[in-house]
């Protein structure tokens, strides 16, 4: 029996088996972990791929926007040049926050999303920078090629979420937090070139 290219037999891993996307930096796989709905934190479990409940989330902070990470993305060395006040990657898949005017209540998904920017966020003195895009065929958003095309309060609220979201938690780390710039699309397709090479250099092609 012949089957189409590519063919996976089993569900491939959403970090190591799938790709940032054939336009990226431009346009990028984007997994999604977390959406606004959920007032536990969810992340992929690296060995085994599925999500993995992380901790409840102590504050009445809720994620703005769905959240999730770019497929074969690693910040290690090369993202942490970008990003001068810190001292080392965080070695996780690079984040990314993806707004989209119609409410999607569900993790686990795979979209298209158009990067317009992103946060250079540190804690604990590392790299921890969190993508910012659009979905890909958005009504409301899908226009949009740089942050300066999304309502300021939007990018606000990432910031705040960010800065927040582990507060009043025992079990999440107590190191500083700080977002040192909001930077546009150009930056962050820089960071995800650098991811990309950061995951090539760890894990292989």
């Not at 990226?24 to 599925?50: C, H, M, Q, R, W």
């Not at 309060?153 to 780390?173: G, W």
């Amino acid at each position: 029996m012949s089957f189409p290219k590519p063919f996976y037999r089993w569900r491939p891993h959403p970090w190591h088996g799938l790709t940032p996307g054939v336009r990226s930096p431009d346009v990028v796989n984007a997994f999604i972990e977390l959406t606004p709905f959920d007032s536990v934190k969810l992340e992929v479990d690296k060995e085994t791929g599925y999500l993995r409940v992380d901790r409840p989330q102590t504050t009445s902070s809720q994620p703005p926007a769905l959240y999730g990470f770019i497929p074969r993305t690693y910040c290690d060395t090369r993202v942490q040049a970008l990003c001068p006040t810190s001292e080392r990657g965080d070695k996780d898949p690079l984040d990314i926050c993806v707004l989209s005017e119609r409410l999607i209540d569900r993790p686990e998904i795979l979209l298209n999303a158009i990067v317009v920017g992103g946060l250079q966020m540190v804690d604990g003195g590392e790299a921890d920078d969190k993508i910012v895009a659009v979905l890909e065929n958005d009504h409301v958003y899908g226009g949009a090629r740089d942050i300066s095309d999304i309502p300021p309060i939007l990018v606000d609220r990432l910031r705040h979420y960010f800065l927040t979201y582990k507060q009043l938690n025992p079990t999440a780390s107590k190191s500083s937090v700080s977002i040192e710039k909001v930077y546009g699309a150009d930056h962050a397709k820089r960071v995800i070139a650098a991811a990309v090479d950061d995951y090539e250099q760890a894990f292989g092609s």
